[in-house]
Structures are given as structure tokens and as C-alpha cells.
């Protein structure tokens, strides 16, 4: 049974900084690009962040040089560091994993169940 467990959020401050964790079970990490996307109220769901598996990393322009997202395979696990935080990045956080490798009639694709992540003053 695959599960992405997201962790770490809540409210804080504008400018302040929180550090997301999904931890996942069920699923060969090493061979999955893990990513973090966001959804706001009335916004469509947007990538925040990816990571391939051999550690290339993208960003949407609205985090660059805020955010990092890191992964640990020995762990299973992917983080987003988020700094300078403002209030439009209020949004319900998901942990994506998507395998890299493609096997007919075998789903790749996973999601969390999402952590809310409030900035405001």
C-alpha cells in the first residue's frame, strides 16, 4: 500500500520559514521524481517544486530563491525548506511522486493527503 505522509505546516508569520516532510512507504523512492504542489481556495493546483531522482531540482518563479526542495533516499523522503514566506503562498500543500519508469497497467503516480500552510500576520 502506497502512502505519502506530508508534515509541517501551519501558521506563521510573513517572512518567517517552515520546513515541509513526506514521508513515503510502499513505493521504490530511488526511481520517482517526488514534487510538492499547491493548491489555494479558488486557485487551480500548481507545481511548487520537483526533484528527479538523481537530484536535478525545478522551481516555479514564484519560489525561486525561497524555497528548496531536498530529498533523502535513505529515508524515503522529501522536504521543501520555504524562507521569506508571504501571504500568497497560503495554501494547502501535496506531496507528489511520480515514477520515472513507465509500467503498462501499473499506476505511477501518487498523492498525499496535503498540510495547510498559513501566512499571515
Known amino acids: 500500500q502506497v502512502q505519502l505522509a506530508e508534515s509541517g505546516g501551519g501558521l506563521v508569520q510573513p517572512g518567517g520559514s517552515l520546513r515541509l516532510s513526506c514521508a513515503t512507504s510502499g513505493i521504490v523512492f530511488g526511481i520517482y521524481t517526488m514534487g510538492w504542489f499547491r493548491q489555494a481556495p479558488g486557485n487551480q493546483r500548481e507545481l511548487v517544486a520537483s526533484i528527479h531522482s538523481g537530484g536535478t531540482s525545478d522551481y516555479a518563479d514564484s519560489v525561486k530563491g525561497r524555497f528548496t526542495i531536498s530529498r533523502d533516499n535513505t529515508k524515503d523522503t522529501v522536504y521543501l525548506q520555504m524562507n521569506s514566506l508571504k501571504p500568497e503562498d497560503t495554501a494547502v500543500y501535496y506531496c507528489?511522486?511520480?515514477?520515472?519508469?513507465?509500467?503498462?497497467?501499473?499506476?505511477?503516480?501518487?498523492w498525499g493527503q496535503g498540510t495547510q500552510v498559513t501566512v499571515s500576520s
Open positions: 507528489n511522486a511520480e515514477r520515472e519508469v513507465v509500467i503498462h497497467g501499473v499506476p505511477g503516480d501518487y
